[in-house]
């Protein structure tokens, strides 16, 4: 058996267990919870393994069912999409962790079973093959295996903001796909193939009028996906409303999905950085207004949505750049940005599950009545603000080393525009710490035991009357009865609900695998700065493998 062989295992693993899951329905619960684990496990194990074949031996290759690479499916592992598979299966089995404890702390164990673990597993299938795509049909296959999962997992429990963010989101995913679709057909129809090792050949016998064309077809796509500006409108809308460990995985995974998809076309289908200066203005652009979208809210999962879109930028930065120096870079930031990204989503749940809310200006005294959530928080906070010596520092430092080393106008632009950012993302963070954490709690913070909201309360209380809202109790005196009672929340607040979208419940102790997967996932975000040298250089033979484009298409045309 050779590495190659498991290929196909990070892709058929998740859908095999989710249809024995279907199967099961919501009986045997423990069995169903050691599936999902054991398989994400597994997938892991698998990862690891191709990663340090393809860093050993090269990019790894299988076509399946024997067929020639210019009509069959290829799967293609080489030390991108290797350390992409990596740090995907262990982002995905910390957010299972953390979901099975707010299935298990809500009580609320049937949708989570039935639905939510099907539809997460097919989603982790849907990643997996993205990065082992080595055609763009396929590719576009793994986009909708992820879209299709995405779509039931957002909308989970049917709440009605659930329900208008996932309006949203499938309007935009569906005109994406469509676009995807059109632009694979220009593909095939200028170059007889959609094999990306083929192509890479291929479109640069073709005229350069056309090999523009499909260029920019193929950006605009994967730029939907990226959440780049300005195709990135639907974001902050879309992702506050899921459930915590949807939207961590939301934000932490299915942009960067899009990011990859540009860095490969671009590096192996079309070298030498011809839209390098459009490429350059959409990443100051995705960085400065997402940043200054982000210093605006009031409210922590809208902040981080905007810092999302901001931080997207940097990676596109260093693929404009097409030097060697801003493809590690960007490879670095990628993977970096996947476990921040998410541990803070993570924390945010954990904030709205303590304190009642995700609205700053309702929250404080965190650092007090919770001194472990203040350290799960400010470790990510200040690795994605890029205070050294962290790895957001490391990533963001190599980035700006490789735009000054470009030496071009656009280049010295960019890396002012990254200092600012990088600044405002420091303040927008501290702003998030002092208002949550560090001053006083305000005298109507949530108590433990207090139900929280769900959007389905609030749309009944309009319908019942368009008086004004009651004003939130006072805190029980002593001797009172201390039971739960329902908070309304202000206009424009993001509402807590559990995975099946009914009220959650806060808590003073909060649930042991949610903090467990939370504290995995911030050491996690560490280990990039302890294993800064080791991820550095693979970053840069990642980059060095792309820019070549050798290895991958001799990989692929000699099996």
Same mark, same amino acid.
């Given at each position: 058996?050779?590495?190659?062989?498991?290929?196909?295992?990070?892709?058929? $693993?998740?859908?095999?267990?989710?249809?024995?899951?279907?199967?099961?329905?919501?009986? @045997?619960?423990?069995?169903?919870?050691?599936?999902?684990?054991?398989?994400?496990?597994?997938?892991?194990?698998?990862?690891?393994?191709?990663?340090?074949?393809?860093?050993?031996?090269? #990019?790894?290759?299988?076509?399946?069912?024997?067929?020639?690479?210019?009509?069959?499916?290829?799967?293609? =592992?080489?030390?991108?999409?290797?350390?992409?598979?990596?740090?995907?299966?262990?982002?995905?089995?910390?957010?299972?962790?953390?979901?099975?404890?707010?299935?298990?702390?809500?009580?609320?164990?049937?949708?989570?079973?039935?639905?939510?673990?099907?539809?997460?597993?097919?989603?982790?299938?849907?990643? /997996?093959?993205?990065?082992?795509?080595?055609?763009?049909?396929?590719?576009?296959?793994?986009?909708?295996?992820?879209?299709?999962?995405?779509?039931?997992?957002?909308?989970? %429990?049917?709440?009605?903001?659930?329900?208008?963010?996932?309006?949203?989101?499938?309007?935009?995913?569906?005109?994406?796909?469509?676009?995807?679709?059109?632009?694979?057909?220009?593909?095939?129809? =200028?170059?007889?193939?959609?094999?990306?090792?083929?192509?890479?050949?291929?479109?640069?016998?073709?005229?350069?009028?056309?090999?523009?064309?499909?260029?920019?077809? $193929?950006?605009?796509?994967?730029?939907?996906?990226?959440?780049?500006?300005?195709?990135?409108?639907?974001?902050?809308?879309?992702?506050?409303?899921?459930?915590?460990?949807?939207?961590?995985?939301?934000?932490?995974?299915?942009?960067?999905?899009?990011?990859?998809?540009?860095?490969?076309?671009?590096?192996?289908?079309?070298?030498?950085?011809?839209?390098?200066?459009?490429?350059?203005?959409?990443?100051? @652009?995705?960085?400065?207004?997402?940043?200054?979208?982000?210093?605006?809210?009031?409210?922590?999962?809208? $902040?981080?949505?905007?810092?999302?879109?901001?931080?997207?930028?940097?990676?596109?930065?260093?693929?404009?750049?097409? *030097?060697?120096?801003? !493809?590690?870079?960007?490879?670095?930031?990628?993977?970096?940005? !996947?476990?921040?990204?998410?541990?803070?989503?993570?924390?945010? &749940?954990?904030?709205?599950?303590?304190?009642?809310?995700?609205?700053?200006?309702?929250?404080?005294?965190?650092?007090?009545?919770?001194?472990?959530?203040?350290?799960?928080?400010?470790?990510?906070?200040?690795?994605?603000?890029?205070?050294?010596?962290?790895?957001?520092?490391? &990533?963001?430092?190599?980035?700006?080393?490789?735009?000054?080393?470009?030496?071009?106008?656009?280049?010295?632009? @960019?890396? =002012?525009?990254?200092?600012?950012?990088?600044?405002?993302?420091?303040?927008?963070?501290?702003?998030?710490?002092?208002?949550?954490?560090?001053?006083?709690?305000?005298?109507?913070?949530?108590?433990?035991?207090?139900?929280?909201?769900?959007?389905?309360?609030?749309?009944?209380?309009?319908? &019942?009357?368009?008086?004004?809202?009651?004003?939130?109790? *006072?805190?029980?005196?002593?001797?009172?009865?201390?039971?739960?009672?329902?908070? #309304?929340?202000?206009?424009?607040?993001?509402?807590?609900?559990? $995975?099946? %979208?009914?009220?959650?419940?806060?808590?003073?102790?909060?649930?042991?695998?949610?903090?467990?997967?939370? /504290?995995?996932?911030?050491?996690?975000?560490?280990?990039?700065?302890?294993?800064?040298?080791?991820?550095?250089?693979?970053?840069?033979?990642?980059?060095?493998?792309?820019?070549?484009?050798?290895?991958?298409?001799?990989?692929?045309?000699?099996?």
């Amino acid at each position: 058996m050779t590495a190659s062989d498991l290929l196909p295992l990070p892709v058929a $693993l998740p859908l095999l267990a989710a249809g024995v899951k279907l199967a099961i329905g919501q009986r @045997l619960p423990r069995t169903q919870r050691f599936i999902s684990a054991g398989v994400l496990c597994a997938v892991l194990g698998a990862s690891l393994a191709l990663l340090v074949a393809a860093d050993r031996d090269g #990019p790894q290759v299988m076509h399946t069912g024997t067929w020639p690479a210019s009509v069959g499916i290829t799967l293609v =592992a080489d030390r991108l999409s290797g350390l992409m598979l990596v740090v995907s299966a262990a982002v995905t089995l910390c957010v299972l962790i953390y979901s099975i404890g707010q299935g298990m702390a809500d009580q609320d164990a049937a949708t989570p079973l039935s639905v939510f673990h099907p539809a997460y597993l097919i989603l982790v299938a849907g990643v /997996c093959d993205t990065f082992l795509a080595g055609d763009l049909f396929n590719l576009y296959v793994g986009f909708e295996i992820m879209l299709t999962s995405s779509y039931v997992l957002l909308t989970l %429990g049917g709440t009605a903001a659930r329900m208008r963010a996932g309006a949203t989101y499938v309007v935009v995913s569906l005109l994406s796909s469509v676009l995807f679709l059109v632009a694979i057909g220009m593909v095939y129809a =200028a170059a007889g193939t959609v094999n990306l090792a083929l192509l890479a050949g291929r479109l640069a016998e073709l005229p350069s009028g056309v090999r523009l064309l499909l260029q920019l077809a $193929l950006l605009t796509v994967f730029g939907i996906k990226a959440a780049v500006f300005p195709l990135a409108a639907w974001l902050p809308d879309s992702y506050p409303t899921a459930p915590a460990p949807v939207t961590a995985v939301f934000a932490g995974l299915l942009t960067k999905v899009g990011v990859y998809s540009i860095l490969r076309t671009q590096t192996l289908l079309f070298p030498g950085g011809r839209l390098a200066d459009p490429l350059m203005l959409v990443a100051l @652009l995705s960085m400065v207004i997402g940043i200054l979208g982000a210093v605006a809210q009031t409210d922590l999962k809208r $902040l981080l949505s905007f810092t999302l879109v901001s931080h997207i930028g940097y990676m596109v930065f260093g693929i404009a750049l097409a *030097s060697r120096g801003g !493809i590690a870079g960007s490879v670095f930031y990628v993977a970096h940005h !996947i476990t921040v990204q998410t541990t803070l989503f993570l924390v945010a &749940g954990l904030i709205e599950r303590r304190g009642g809310t995700t609205d700053l200006l309702r929250l404080g005294g965190l650092a007090r009545i919770s001194p472990l959530l203040a350290v799960v928080f400010f470790v990510p906070a200040m690795n994605l603000a890029g205070i050294p010596p962290l790895s957001g520092f490391l &990533g963001k430092l190599g980035l700006l080393r490789a735009g000054i080393a470009n030496g071009g106008g656009w280049a010295y632009v @960019l890396v =002012a525009g990254g200092i600012a950012t990088s600044l405002l993302t420091l303040y927008a963070l501290a702003k998030v710490w002092n208002l949550a954490f560090w001053r006083a709690a305000p005298p109507d913070l949530c108590e433990d035991g207090t139900v929280l909201e769900s959007d389905e309360d609030s749309a009944d209380a309009e319908e &019942g009357g368009s008086g004004p809202a009651p004003a939130p109790p *006072s805190p029980p005196s002593p001797g009172e009865d201390s039971g739960a009672t329902a908070v #309304p929340l202000p206009a424009g607040a993001a509402h807590a609900a559990s $995975l099946s %979208g009914r009220p959650i419940t806060t808590t003073a102790a909060l649930p042991a695998p949610m903090l467990l997967a939370t /504290c995995a996932m911030v050491a996690l975000g560490l280990s990039f700065t302890v294993l800064a040298g080791p991820l550095t250089g693979l970053a840069d033979r990642s980059a060095s493998e792309l820019l070549s484009r050798t290895p991958y298409v001799s990989a692929v045309l000699r099996h």
